[in-house]
């Protein structure tokens, strides 16, 4: 994968999965970042017309805050509970869970015990998957727990 540079960044776990249940733990000190999976073997493309963000690659799907999600690199905007609603503030903890039996990803935050859950259609997001974080412009800090 190549990276442009001044564009927006994204991190890809070094794990796969393609069978069971895996949860990973993350904290978020700052930033607004994406959080989810995508598929290992579909390369991320930059979208040029939204300043370069790698998160509306085809195979990704996940989270961000107050936008809705990601379906497949598409933006499914739609009404939150609170679960990414406090992301501004330092150190709050999230679960993501991926449920490769049942193609499904789900997200609790920590601090409020709300979650959300999507399904992940694997004709557009096949085996094996991997974390994706994605990055914005601005600082962010993400840590793995």
Request: aromatic residues 8%.
């Amino acid at each position: 994968m190549s990276v442009k540079h001044g564009l927006c960044g994204c991190a890809l776990g070094i794990h796969s999965y393609s069978s069971g249940i895996h949860h990973i733990r993350i904290r978020v000190d700052n930033g607004n970042p994406v959080l989810g999976i995508h598929s290992r073997n579909i390369p991320l493309m930059p979208d040029d017309y939204c300043w370069g963000t790698y998160s509306n690659s085809p195979s990704t799907y996940g989270w961000l805050k107050d936008r809705g999600r990601v379906l497949n690199g598409k933006w499914d905007s739609y009404e939150l509970k609170q679960l990414l609603s406090n992301m501004k503030k330092n150190s709050h903890f999230y679960t993501i869970t991926l449920d490769c039996d049942k193609h499904r990803l789900s997200m609790i935050n920590e601090d409020t015990k709300e979650q959300e859950e999507m399904e992940v259609d694997i004709d557009h997001a096949p085996f094996p998957w991997c974390l994706y974080i994605g990055l914005p412009k601005s600082t962010a800090r993400i840590s793995l727990l």
